[in-house]
């Protein structure tokens, strides 16, 4: 059974940082390619940014370029993104996503998701 597990959101005012995690089991997880997206109230879950199975391909959605870094521990099977100067607009729940086929934004076309972490940035 695949499981991905999120952690790492909280309460932060704005201009600060958070790191996420996401712990993945049951999937070879090496082979995946894996995305962060997050669901803002009244809007619709968005992609965040995605990384490569190897690590060495970053993709940023242009809201997040500068300001968040993707990576990934294949040994520890985790992926992380760490955000730095957030804004409130960053509000929403994060989830993590794995995707066999490659980097890509879609949200259909990820096979697996985490249950989603809370990130909250106050102004």
Not at 57 to 72: E, L, N, Q
Request: proline share 2%.
């Amino acid at each position: 059974q695949v499981q991905l597990v999120e952690s790492g959101g909280g309460l932060v005012q704005a201009g600060g940082s958070l790191g996420l995690s996401c712990a993945a089991s049951g999937l070879t997880f090496s082979r995946y390619a894996m995305g962060w997206f997050r669901l803002a109230p009244g809007k619709e879950r968005e992609f965040v940014a995605a990384i490569s199975w190897s690590g060495g391909v970053h993709d940023y959605a242009d809201s997040v370029k500068g300001r968040f870094t993707i990576s990934r521990d294949n040994v520890k099977n985790t992926v992380y993104l760490q955000m730095n100067s957030l804004k409130p607009e960053d509000t929403g729940i994060y989830y993590c996503a794995g995707d066999w086929s490659g980097l890509r934004r879609g949200t259909s076309e990820y096979e697996y998701w985490g249950q989603g972490t809370q990130v909250t940035v106050s102004s």
